[in-house]
Nanobody, 118 residues
Framework: QVQLQASGGGLVQAGGSLTLSCTSSGGSSINAIGWYRQVPEKEREIIATITRSGSIHYADSVKGRFTISRDSAKNVVYLQMTSLKPDDTAVYYC?????????????WGQGTQVTVSS
């Protein structure tokens, strides 16, 4: 059973930094993983992905400020967030994209709240 756990959220002032962690089990350590975020009454948006081959993609809204990386030995994917803005306030989720495609259902970690104060 594929399971993911997102952690590392919190309250930070604008301009600050946070690093989120997505720890997975039950899937390959090199599966494609995506970080998403969601604010109330809006759809969940994808903000960063790392593929099985290590290719990385960012949404324009976070490009240059967020960095996704992987520690395959620990089965952890990180999202380093810098120069945070109040607009980055959201619940952040990670998803095992590969397993979701293989099994035909989405595998999400529980969300972690990030709040950026102005």
């Amino acid at each position: 059973q594929v399971q993911l756990q997102a952690s590392g959220g919190g309250l930070v002032q604008a301009g600050g930094s946070l690093t989120l962690s997505c720890t997975s089990s039950g899937g390959s350590s090199i599966n494609a993983i995506g970080w998403y975020r969601q604010v109330p009454e809006k759809e969940r948006e994808i903000i960063a992905t790392i593929t099985r081959s290590g290719s990385i993609h960012y949404a324009d809204s976070v490009k240059g400020r967020f960095t996704i990386s992987r520690d395959s030995a620990k089965n952890v994917v990180y999202l380093q967030m810098t120069s945070l803005k109040p607009d980055d306030t959201a619940v952040y989720y990670c998803k095992d994209i590969t397993s979701s495609l293989v099994y035909g259902r989405d595998f999400w970690g529980q969300g972690t709240q990030v709040t950026v104060s102005s």
